[in-house]
Nanobody, 120 residues
Framework: QVQLAESGPGLVKPSQTLSLTCTVSGESITTNDYHWSWIRQPPRKGLERIGYIDYSGSTYYSPSLKGRTTISRDTSKNQFTLQLSSVTPEDTAVYYC????????????WGQGTLVTVSS
């Protein structure tokens, strides 16, 4: 079965770039059936969509974060990545990667989440 796991530094300094990697096992990230998404949850707040990369490599970003967000992939490693630039403490959150079914837009598989704290 498919599994997703986030990895990357848990502490980032303000103004720097937050970088995370999602490693996918059990399913190719190039299959036409799925897209691959980043979501976050700040403390005491709800889930917030960041963006996703589709099966062909096209990317889509939340309007509120579009100017600072880059999602990419490494198909040889079956990984996709998140880069969020110019971070502030408001970017502190638990960050999740997830699989999105292309036919239904259901986020049907999630990583365990990783807390990223933005602090000096």
């Amino acid at each position: 079965q498919v599994q997703l796991a986030e990895s990357g530094p848990g502490l980032v300094k303000p103004s720097q770039t937050l970088s995370l990697t999602c490693t996918v096992s059990g399913e190719s990230i190039t299959t036409n059936d799925y897209h691959w998404s980043w979501i976050r949850q700040p403390p005491r707040k709800g889930l917030e969509r960041i963006g996703y990369i589709d099966y062909s490599g096209s990317t889509y970003y939340s309007p509120s974060l579009k100017g600072r967000t880059t999602i990419s992939r490494d198909t040889s490693k079956n990984q996709f990545t998140l880069q969020l630039s110019s971070v502030t403490p408001e970017d502190t959150a638990v960050y999740y990667c997830a699989r999105v079914a292309a036919a239904s837009w259901d986020h049907d598989r999630w990583g365990q989440g990783t807390l990223v704290t933005v602090s000096s």
